[in-house]
């Protein structure tokens, strides 16, 4: 939508987003999803999709210029609260599910955000679709931004009506009582493993497990218990905010993190290289947006798959997949000259990318859990690197030639896929 709206205004529009989006993801972000819950974080920072996209319908004077900026800045503000707020919420479904199957705990992580991306890149091919037959029968921008902005109203409408979450054993919560953990590495104040001492729930003695997760309630509102075992009950106000903010600095120290900073940090970059750089390299908009239609449903199809896999088999597999497939699209960019009628190659370019692209935005944040627990810190650093790589890449995209930002991708997928490959502690974790 950006970098077709305006070349020059739009990356620098997607400049101040993400700037603002990790502004709200060291600040706010965290502290709002505890206060407001998922539910109504996300439909809040949603609302301010529909006000960027109608914040650009018109940019012929500067006041509309400045005004599109603003629009910028408030929907980095709110994209903190939609991903922070989706990110605790499917790992909460998920271990309702786990509790109510009696399944280990983050054993079906994979799946869960396997069906969820499925469904937000079903998203992306419909709304690519419904934009290529926009500009297919001569409509104008103007109509595509109003269809933008209805169909976004609607999407934040929807999520008044997510239901409080029915946990019909509470004894045999994943959060409560001594139950065996999925998740093999913590952050390093807590690495204690817990274990089902009986199978009979009567026998359960019913005790909060101080963890690195929120604890399971029946509404995601409900207060969560932080990294450091005080329950965020105690803290009121300020304190609780400092708190938050300090159990975000504090995983900066954690060596599983930091080796998850590069794959993280190029989570963010495939975006940029498929919405900054292979979106305007097609000229023509009716074709532009076919091929973004067929890399989204393929990423759905990707995502869904390989989540179901990553649950039977391990997450790395699948990672080194992605590596591989990102690659070779990104060589062959390098050395071909660029054939706007060859619409076949567009096309094959498309399937590689919706592969790699669906698999990396299921897994990196199925990894996180994996590794270092599901408290809200935990995703709010999760998110924090992927918009520096989103911002950074759209930042030097008008700066940098294509073959540079190619390279800088390849460096950084390869740099990332070691860091997980290699250390025995991490690829353990990765493989069932």
């Known amino acids: 939508f950006a ?8 990356p620098i529009s997607l400049g101040i987003l993400y700037l603002f989006w990790i502004i709200s993801l060291l600040t706010i972000s965290t502290s709002a999803v505890k206060f407001l819950s998922p539910k109504w974080a996300m439909l809040i920072g949603s609302l301010t999709y529909p006000l960027y996209v109608s914040a ?17 800045a408030l929907i980095g503000i709110g994209a903190g609260l939609v991903w922070v707020g989706e990110s605790v919420f499917i790992v909460q479904c998920c271990n309702v599910h786990e509790n109510i199957n009696d399944l280990s705990n983050n054993s079906k ?19 690519s679709l419904i934009a290529a037959l926009i500009f297919q029968f001569d409509g104008s921008l103007t109509t595509m931004f109003i269809v933008m902005i209805v169909i976004g109203l609607c999407g ?6 997510i239901k409080k979450m029915d946990t019909t054993k509470p004894a045999k919560s994943a959060y409560y009582g001594r139950i065996k953990s999925h998740s093999v ?4 104040t807590d690495t204690t493993e817990m274990e089902m001492e009986t199978d009979n729930p009567a026998e359960i003695e019913l005790e909060p497990v101080v963890d690195a997760v929120p604890t399971m309630q029946a509404d995601a509102g409900e207060e969560a218990v932080t990294e450091n075992g005080k329950e965020n009950a105690d803290l009121s106000g300020f304190k ?6 300090k159990d975000i600095v504090l995983l900066w120290k954690n060596k599983t993190f930091l080796y998850l900073i590069p794959i993280t940090f190029t989570f963010g970059l495939f975006t940029t290289f498929i919405a900054g750089d292979v979106a305007t390299l097609i000229i023509d908009h009716a074709f532009k947006f076919y091929v973004l239609t067929v890399q989204g449903g393929v990423a759905g199809l990707s995502s869904y798959i390989m989540g179901k896999g990553s649950d039977k088999w391990g997450s790395l597999y699948f990672i080194l997949i992605c590596f591989f497939v990102f690659n070779a699209v990104y060589i062959f960019f390098y050395f071909w000259e660029i054939d706007q009628n060859a619409y076949w190659i567009w096309m094959v370019i498309a399937v590689l990318l919706g592969i790699g692209d669906g698999g990396i935005l299921c897994l990196v944040p199925q990894i996180y859990p994996i590794l270092l627990g599901d408290a809200g810190a935990v995703f709010a650093n999760m998110r924090i690197l992927q918009s520096i790589g989103l911002g950074l890449g759209f930042a030097y995209y ?4 294509f073959q540079f930002r190619i390279t800088f991708n390849i460096i950084f997928i390869t740099l990332g896929t070691i860091c997980v490959a290699f250390p025995k502690d991490i690829r353990n974790s990765l493989i069932v």
Do not use: C, W
Not at 56 to 72: K, M, P
Not at 398 to 401: R, S
């Open 3 to 10: 970098t077709t709206l305006d070349p020059t205004l739009g």
């Open 56 to 72: 650009g319908i018109e940019l012929g004077h500067h006041i509309f210029v400045i005004l599109y900026f603003i629009a910028s």
């Open 109 to 127: 992580l994979g799946t869960f955000n396997g069906v969820f991306n499925l469904y937000l890149q079903l998203a992306r091919f419909v709304g």
């Open 156 to 161: 934040s409408t929807t999520f008044a009506f």
């Open 185 to 188: 590495l913590r952050t390093e």
């Open 240 to 245: 609780k905010f400092k708190q938050e903010m």
């Open 398 to 401: 008008p700066i940098t030639t």
